[in-house]
T-cell receptor, first 113, second 117 residues
Framework: GAGVSQTPSNKVTEKGKYVELRCDPISGHTALYWYRQSLGQGPEFLIYFQGTGAADDSGLPNDRFFAVRPEGSVSTLKIQRTERGDSAVYLC???????????FGNGTRLTVT | AQSVTQLGSHVSVSEGALVLLRCNYSSSVPPYLFWYVQYPNQGLQLLLKYTSAATLVKGINGFEAEFKKSETSFHLTKPSAHMSDAAEYFCAVSDVISGTSYGKLTFGQGTILTVHP
């Protein structure tokens, strides 16, 4: 079956612009996570959804970052007024339940120029 | 706060040699521990996980890891390296809430494994 799908795979934007990154989880997976992986680092947790609600957004670095999952399936990570420091690979993962292993997508590589 | 330290950002072995990737963690409660592998331009794939059952955990592709509470370690091993094992490996620890882990993972910085013919 299809895995976690993230679009676009690459995104280049100018400093100050707004970007949206999309994640399509595996069908039926209720839990969805966003992580950010900077060059040479391990992934860092951003936010966790259980269904439609954000159960834990403690990893979002500041109020320029926001994520939604309005129907409990697709999620969008939104970044306002992008900065060069936001350049990273943004990973999405989903799981059947909160206590199940994560399935990761291939990520979106964001470059802010 | 939890943390994970992977000793050695790069490890190089010959094909057929033992693979040993080191991971130490800090956690105020008994943790759940994971090893993930990342191939170039691909997502993370779970190799194995420790969830407070057997301390020696066997995973996919011949990898295994041993949880040693006294050493706060969870090192990854494979008896004989294959060329296809070349990738980046991440150790991770999870919060344990009400006895059930969830996917809020704290990752180490990763170890790049190179396998020479």
């Amino acid at each position: 079956g299809a895995g976690v799908s993230q679009t676009p795979s690459n995104k280049v934007t100018e400093k100050g612009k707004y970007v949206e990154l999309r994640c399509d989880p595996i069908s039926g997976h209720t839990a969805l996570y966003w992580y950010r992986q900077s060059l040479g680092q391990g992934p860092e947790f951003l936010i966790y959804f259980q269904g439609t609600g954000a159960a834990d957004d403690s990893g979002l670095p500041n109020d320029r970052f926001f994520a939604v999952r309005p129907e409990g399936s697709v999620s969008t990570l939104k970044i306002q007024r992008t900065e060069r420091g936001d350049s990273a690979v943004y990973l999405c993962a989903s799981s059947v339940r909160r206590d199940s292993p994560l399935h990761f997508g291939n990520g979106t590589r964001l470059t802010v120029t | 706060a939890q943390s994970v330290t992977q000793l050695g950002s790069h490890v190089s072995v010959s094909e057929g040699a033992l693979v040993l990737l080191r991971c130490n963690y800090s956690s105020s409660v008994p943790p759940y521990l994971f090893w993930y592998v990342q191939y170039p331009n691909q997502g993370l794939q779970l190799l194995l996980k420790y969830t407070s059952a057997a301390t020696l955990v066997k995973g996919i592709n011949g990898f295994e890891a041993e949880f040693k509470k006294s050493e706060t370690s969870f090192h990854l091993t494979k008896p004989s390296a294959h060329m296809s094992d070349a990738a980046e490996y991440f150790c991770a620890v999870s919060d344990v809430i009400s006895g059930t882990s969830y996917g809020k993972l704290t990752f180490g910085q990763g170890t790049i494994l190179t396998v020479h013919p």
